[in-house]
C-alpha cells in the first residue's frame, strides 16, 4: 500500500481529528522501527522499540468497515510483532475503537485528560491501553 493510499483511507475513516498526509505516512514508513499491516481496505501502522510496541494508528475505510477487517488487522500485528507488551491511546469518545481493542484483550491503565481536540473548542479524554503479549 502507498503512502497516498494510506493518507486516503485515513482521511475517510478518521472524521473527527486531522488525517495524516501521504508525506506524514512515507517520513513513518522510512523509520526502522515502524511496521505496516494491511488488508484490502484497511492498515495497522505500530511502532516496536525495546521490547514495547505501540499501535500508532488502525484504520478501515467507511465502506469496508464492521466487516471483520479491524480485527484482521489487529490479530495480524499482535501475533507478529517481537514485543513484550503492546500500548494504544484511544479517545474515550470512540465507542467502536474500544470495543475492538477490549474484545483483542487490552485493558485500560491510564486517561489522558482533554487530550484530543475537537470541533469548536471541545476535548474529549485519551484512554491508553495495555497488553502483555508474552
Ligand atoms: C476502529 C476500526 C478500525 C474498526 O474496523 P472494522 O473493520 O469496522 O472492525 P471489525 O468489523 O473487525 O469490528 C468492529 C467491532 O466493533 C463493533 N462496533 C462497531 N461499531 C460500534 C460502536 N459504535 N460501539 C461499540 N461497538 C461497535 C462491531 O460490532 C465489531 O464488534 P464484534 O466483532 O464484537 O461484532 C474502524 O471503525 C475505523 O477505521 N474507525 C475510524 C478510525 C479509528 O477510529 N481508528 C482507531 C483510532 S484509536
Redesign the pocket.
Known amino acids: 500500500m502507498t503512502p497516498n493510499e494510506l493518507s486516503e483511507i485515513h482521511s475517510a475513516?478518521?472524521t473527527m481529528s486531522r488525517p495524516w498526509s501521504a508525506q506524514e505516512f512515507e517520513d513513518l514508513l522510512r523509520n526502522k522501527h515502524t511496521h505496516l499491516f494491511t488488508c484490502p481496505q484497511?492498515f495497522a501502522l505500530v511502532q516496536v522499540i525495546a521490547g514495547e510496541a505501540e499501535l500508532l494508528?488502525?484504520?478501515?475505510h467507511p465502506d469496508?468497515?464492521?466487516?471483520?477487517?479491524?480485527?484482521?488487522?489487529m490479530s495480524k500485528w499482535m501475533s507478529s510483532v517481537d514485543a513484550d507488551e503492546a500500548f494504544?491511546?484511544?479517545?474515550s469518545e470512540?465507542?467502536?475503537?474500544?470495543?475492538?481493542y477490549t474484545?483483542h484483550g487490552f485493558a485500560e491503565v491510564a486517561r489522558r485528560s482533554a487530550y484530543y481536540a475537537r470541533d469548536l473548542g471541545d476535548s474529549v479524554d485519551a484512554i491508553v491501553m495495555r497488553i502483555a503479549l508474552k
Open positions: 475513516a478518521f484497511g494508528t488502525i484504520a478501515v469496508a468497515q464492521g466487516k471483520g477487517a479491524g480485527g484482521t488487522l494504544l491511546e484511544v479517545a470512540n465507542d467502536a475503537a474500544k470495543h475492538l474484545v
